[in-house]
C-alpha cells in the first residue's frame, strides 16, 4: 500500500532521512516511533507529497507520489503535526471544504454526519473551529482525514498536547479505524506504539534502526530487564545478596537515597523476572524494600539496547565488547 | 480549485478584508467620481479610471496579503499541498477569487455614469475600454499581490512588497519620458509600462499587444508562484 524506497532527505550538509525504505501492507497498522527530530515527520511529509525527497521514491498503492501526486494524494487522508484548520470556519463548513477539496464521490451529507460520529464531534459541529479546545481541534484534523473514506491514514504525532483522557480517546479512536483502514502513525512515546500498532519501524537520526512486531519489540525490551530497588539496609551485604540471586546479572548501589534507603540498580538475565526473588530476599532478611520499578524502558535506553543488538548481529565480538564497556 | 475559490470568497467575508476593500473601494470611487465629473462639469470617463488605478495599486495588495501567507502561518497549506489538488489549480482559485472580488467592486462603481446619462453624452465604447482597461491591469496587480503573497508568512510584507514591486512597474512609465523622444530605450521602457499601455487603452488604442502584455505578466506572476510552491517541497 505504501512503499519508501531509499529515501534521502538533505538540508544541506544534514541528513534528515538516510536511506530509508519500507513497505506497509494494506490494513497494517503501523507506528513510526524516534525522538524529536528524528526524521519521522520528514518521512510523513514525503509520503504525502508535502516534501520532495532528495533521493528515493515513495509509492502510494504503486503510484510513485512525483510522477502522479493527485491520482497517488486521493489514497491519503493525513493529519499533520499542527491539524490544518480554519479557524474561522465552524466545524461543519470546514469539512464541507475538505470535501470538495478532495474532490469526494460519497453521498456528502450522509458521509459528513457519519465522520463527525466517528470522531464525536455532532455536537459542536456548529460551532467555529476558533472557539473550539486543543482536544476537539485535534478531532477536527482527524475528522479531516477522514473525509473521503481513504484507504491510507496517517496521523502526525497524534496525541501531543492533549491531556490523558483525550489521548486514550484518540488512541482507541485509531484502534477503530486500524480495522479498516491502513494506518501509519508517528509518536515519541513507546507505550502508544504499543497500544495502538501492529508493526513498529524506529527511526533515529534519519535511519531506521528497528522494523518488526510490536510484540517482538516489548520482548526486546523486556530482555535483560533493569530494575530499581529502593532497600533499606545495610549495603555491602543486600548488594551481595542481590547478586546471588538466580537470574541476576548485576547488582549496584547507584549511590542515590530515599530517605533510609539505598537505591540499587538490578539487571536481569534474559527475560527471567526476578521480582519475586528479590522480594523474598529482602523479606527473609528483615530488609524493607520501599520501592521497586522497572527502569530502561525510555526510549533513549531501547535506541541503545536496539543498535548494540543490530551490532551483534552484524559483528557478535564487537557487539560483545561494546556491551562490556557499557557496564 | 472551485472549491479553494469557494473558500478563498467566503475567508473574504468572515474576516473584515473583504468589507474593508469594498467600502473603501466603492466610498473613494464615490468621491473621485464627484470630483472628476461633477465638480470639474465633465462627462470624461478616463480621468476615474486613471485615478482608480493608482487607488488599486494600494487596495489590492491588501486583498491579496492573507491569500498564501496566512495559509503558510496557520499551516493549512500542508492539507492544500497534501490534498488532490494540482499546485496551479489552487493558485488559479485563489486568483480567481480575488479578481471576481476586484471586478464586483469595479463594475459596480462604474453603475455610477449611469447618472450622468440625463446630463451629457457618455459613450459606451469608452467607458467599456476603460473599464476592461483597469481590470486587466488590476488582473496584474493581483498576480503580483499572490506571487509575494506566497514567499513569505507576514501578512504585512506581503502587501509592503506587492505595492513596490507595482510602483516600481509604474515607474518606468514615468522613467522613460526622462529619454528623448525617438530613443530606442524609450521605447522599450514604454512597451513595458502598465501605465502608458493603460492610457493606449483608454484613449481607445485596442492593440492586441497590449491584451498580450497584461495577459503575460499576469501569467508570468502565477507560474512564479507554482514554481515558489514546487522549490519550497525541495527546500
Known sequence: MIKAENLVKRYGANYALNDVSFEIGEGEVVGLLGPNGAGKSTAMNIITGFLSSTSGAAYVNGINILDDPIAAKKFIGFLPEQPPVYPDMTVAEYLDFVYDLKGVKLEREEHIAEVLSVVKLTDVKGRLIRNLSKGYKQRVGIAQALIGD????????????????????????????????????????????????????????????????????TRTIEDGYQYEARIVGPISQVASALKKISGVRSAAITGARDGEANVYNIESVGSSDIRRAIFTVCAENGWPMIGLAPTGTDLESIFIRLVDRSDRKADGTKGAKREKIRR | MIAIFKREMRSYFTGVIGYVFLVLFLAIAGVVFAYTTLFSM???????????????????????????????????????????????????????????????????????????????????????????????????????????????????????????????????????????????????????SILQRFQNLTAGFFELSSFVYYISITAVFLYLTVRTYDRRRYN
Not at chain 1, 192 to 201: F, K, L, M, N
Not at chain 2, 52 to 69: C, D, E, G, Q, V
Not at chain 2, 89 to 102: C, P, S, Y
Open chain 1, 150 to 217: 481513504p484507504k491510507v491514514i496517517i496521523f502526525d504525532e497524534p496525541t501531543v498536547g492533549l491531556d490523558p483522557k483525550q489521548i486514550l480517546e484518540v488512541r482507541n479512536l485509531i484502534r477503530t479505524l486500524g480495522k479498516k483502514h491502513t494506518v501509519i502513525l508517528s509518536t515519541h512515546i513507546l507505550a502508544e506504539v504499543q497500544a495502538v500498532c501492529e508493526r513498529v519501524i524506529i527511526i533515529n537520526k534519519g535511519k531506521i534502526i528497528a522494523d518488526e512486531k510490536t510484540d517482538e519489540l
Open chain 2, 42 to 192: 465633465s462627462a470624461e470617463v478616463t480621468p476615474f479610471y486613471t485615478v482608480m488605478l493608482i487607488f488599486s495599486a494600494i487596495a489590492l495588495p491588501i486583498l491579496t496579503m492573507k491569500s498564501f501567507s496566512e495559509e503558510r502561518k496557520m499551516k493549512t497549506e500542508q492539507l492544500l499541498l497534501t490534498s488532490p489538488v494540482s499546485i496551479p489549480g489552487m493558485v488559479i482559485g485563489k486568483f480567481l477569487a480575488a479578481f471576481a472580488m476586484f471586478a464586483a467592486a469595479l463594475i459596480f462603481s462604474s453603475l455610477y455614469f449611469l447618472f450622468l446619462i440625463p446630463y451629457a453624452p457618455i459613450k459606451a465604447a469608452l467607458l467599456i475600454g476603460n473599464v476592461l482597461a483597469l481590470l486587466l491591469v488590476g488582473m496584474t496587480f493581483i498576480s503580483i499581490g499572490l506571487f509575494v503573497s506566497s514567499l513569505t508568512e507576514n501578512q504585512l510584507s506581503a502587501a509592503v512588497g506587492t505595492i513596490a514591486i507595482i510602483i516600481g512597474f509604474l515607474g518606468i512609465g514615468i522613467l522613460s519620458s526622462l529619454f528623448p523622444a525617438n530613443y530606442w530605450f524609450r521605447f522599450v521602457l514604454e512597451s513595458l
